[in-house]
């Protein structure tokens, strides 16, 4: 089964406004990293939390980190259209030796 | 310079026929996947080498053989290819296995 599921699967937005998603998964991780998916292309790393770390910042990406309730959220600033793609969290080092993907969230930021 | 490359980025073919994917890293990364993406956008891994060696192979039909003729190269052959085969396949790469992996552009590909 996945490790990661994302909520919610699908959310739209004006522009400007902030977006937040949010990845639950199952087991112990070394890491969690999230990834953005625009339409007909492969997966773009954004940002990697480790463990130990609670919350992460990349430009207007914020990640937080929640090992006691298994969760993580993704939070764009004043989102552009260009945000528009699906977002992904990744699990590493539950289950082997591997990367675990979650469902993914829809991202469409309208002007 | 692309990080990682697969070809061909299209593949229509018909049932029973066996087709390849290749895939190129030049990041000089010990480990690469291979993922497949269903219509539903689940991403699923396949395969992980770690240099030339198998160390992920997950529930995978026999139909599917992975090669890794070097640690920069990493080739999905697929034989008899069914309807369900149909779908959109990454190549990836990573340094280490949990490590941040970078994708290739993805080989859609659809079985008639």
């Known amino acids: 089964s996945q490790q990661g599921e994302e909520d919610p699967q699908a959310l739209s937005i004006q522009e400007g406004e902030n977006a937040t998603m949010n990845c639950s998964y199952k087991t112990s991780i070394n890491n969690l990293q999230w990834y953005r998916q625009n339409s007909g292309r492969g997966l773009v790393h954004l940002i990697l939390?480790?463990?130990?770390?609670r919350e992460k910042h990349s430009g207007r990406l914020r990640v937080t980190l929640d090992t006691s309730k298994k969760s993580s959220s993704l939070l764009i600033t004043a989102s552009r259209a260009a945000d528009t793609a699906s977002y992904f969290c990744a699990t590493g080092g539950g289950g082997g030796n591997k990367l675990t993907f979650g469902t993914g969230t829809q991202l469409k930021v309208e002007l | 310079d692309t990080a990682v490359s697969q070809t061909p980025k299209y593949l229509v073919t018909q049932m029973g026929n066996d087709k390849s994917i290749k895939c190129e890293q030049n990041?000089?990364?010990?480990?690469m996947y291979w993922y497949k993406q269903d219509s539903k956008k689940f991403l699923k891994i396949m395969f992980s080498y770690n240099n030339k060696e198998l160390i992920i192979n997950e529930t995978v039909p026999n139909r599917f053989s992975p090669k890794s003729p070097d640690k920069a190269h990493l080739n999905l052959h697929i034989n008899s290819l069914e309807l369900g085969d149909s779908a959109v396949y990454f190549c990836a790469s990573s340094q280490d296995q949990t490590d941040t992996q970078y994708f290739g552009p993805g080989t859609r590909l659809t079985v008639l």
């Open positions: 939390i480790r463990s130990n770390e």
């Open positions: 990041l000089g990364h010990d480990t």
